[in-house]
């Protein structure tokens, strides 16, 4: 993508040369013709500061574009970049964007306050978990079925045997990085703690350290393979007490499902797990959908166990979303629920909820008596 905007590139991880140019004197990577791409800049992390300077010195607009797989320490990005860098996180493609979803319904139509109404759509729970099994991958979209599920657990495999070591800057072991991994794609869309996760990947040389499990995360966060879903912090009404703690997400479901060894055969046969991983792309799909936006995607839990699965706020308006794979008993729990936690919302501070939305699996879409939408989401979109 950053090759279509780019007049001229380097590229660090490949380039011995203009790696050892960077070492001696990384100005020497800078020149060339503008917009200049410099791929996977943090091998040379110096570059940083020296890119701050030349924009600096130059006074143009749009002359550089780093890119990178990892985001390096903060000390290296510590010295200011505000009024001089933009930063722009890609995402794997959403549904809208495979072409999964028609878009019939729009993010953005939502949060405008329009209902919409949708056709049935074709997904069933086989593709569902097809489309989770294969996630949203630019690069394999085109591959066969298995061979896309392949190229991801190798992917998953080289991220535990060898990057977060070389992110981290430390020596970890690899088979207990695949164990963390295993635990955080069984405890996908929970809020499951730091303890939780320790307790799930104990082997025979015992569990992981807390200490040792949270800097895996913090590396696996800076690799862009977790990505939780942080608390909503609302004014209420009511006395419950927030809970802060964030959900846990892994970048695309599919990592989830190549951690655990799965095929969408045996998703099917476990509707529990299919549920949690069916969350996750939704949201995966929420954040595409929200960024152009500015908004964010949070989640709300109270000490009453009130939970909402999705809040998308883009400054001064807000939506809440329940996702459920489908029935009609969910879809009535799940509306119940929002209209709950609706009241319990001090909408004199925070505003009304543009609305108030259940996203399932397949179905029609449209809006139900006590205004809540129900929304397949092979109709959401951007």
């Not at 190229?151 to 991220?159: A, F, G, H, S, V």
Request: hydrophobic share 40%; aromatic share 6%; charged share 30%.
């Amino acid at each position: 993508m950053a090759r279509q905007a780019a007049a001229s590139e380097v590229l660090l991880d490949v380039d011995e040369e203009a790696r050892e140019a960077a070492r001696i004197n990384p100005k020497f990577v800078l020149e060339g013709a503008t917009p200049r791409l410099i791929d996977e800049w943090q091998v040379e992390p110096q570059i940083w500061n020296h890119v701050r300077r030349a924009v600096d010195d130059r006074r143009e607009p749009g002359q550089f574009i780093l890119t990178g797989s990892a985001t390096p320490a903060d000390d290296i990005t510590r010295h200011s970049g505000a009024g001089r860098f933009s930063r722009l996180r890609l995402r794997t493609m959403s549904l809208s964007e495979v072409g999964s979803s028609d878009g019939t319904i729009s993010l953005a139509g939502i949060l405008a306050g329009e209902g919409g109404d949708a056709a049935k759509t074709d997904l069933g729970l086989p593709d569902l978990a097809g489309e989770i099994a294969r996630g949203g991958w630019p690069g394999l979209r085109e591959l066969p079925f298995d061979t896309a599920l392949q190229r991801t657990r190798d992917y998953l495999e080289e991220i535990c045997r060898t990057d977060v070591a070389v992110v981290d800057g430390g020596r970890r072991d690899p088979e207990r990085v695949r164990r963390l991994v295993r635990s955080l794609a069984r405890n996908v869309a929970t809020h499951a703690s730091l303890t939780t996760l320790v307790k799930d990947t104990a082997g025979p040389d015992g569990q992981i350290k807390d200490e040792t499990a949270r800097g895996y995360l913090i590396a696996l966060e800076r690799l862009f393979i977790v990505e939780n879903q942080p608390a909503w912090e609302p004014h209420l009404r009511s006395k419950y007490v927030l809970r802060k703690a964030a959900k846990r997400h892994l970048v695309d479901p599919s990592l989830a499902v190549a951690a655990l060894g799965a095929v969408p055969d045996a998703l099917l046969r476990d509707l529990r797990l299919l549920g949690f991983l069916f969350e996750s792309l939704v949201v995966r799909d929420l954040r595409v959908y929200a960024e152009p936006l500015r908004g964010r995607v949070a989640q709300y839990r109270d000490s009453s166990g009130l939970e909402v699965d999705a809040i998308v706020e883009t400054g001064d308006r807000w939506a809440a979303f329940e996702v459920k794979l489908g029935g009609a008993g969910p879809i009535d729990e799940a509306a119940a629920n929002l209209l709950r936690f609706a009241k319990q919302v001090d909408t004199e501070r925070v505003g009304e909820p543009a609305a108030l939305a259940v996203i399932v699996g397949s179905g029609y879409g449209y809006v139900r008596e006590d205004g809540v939408q129900v929304i397949p989401v092979g109709a959401l979109g951007p």
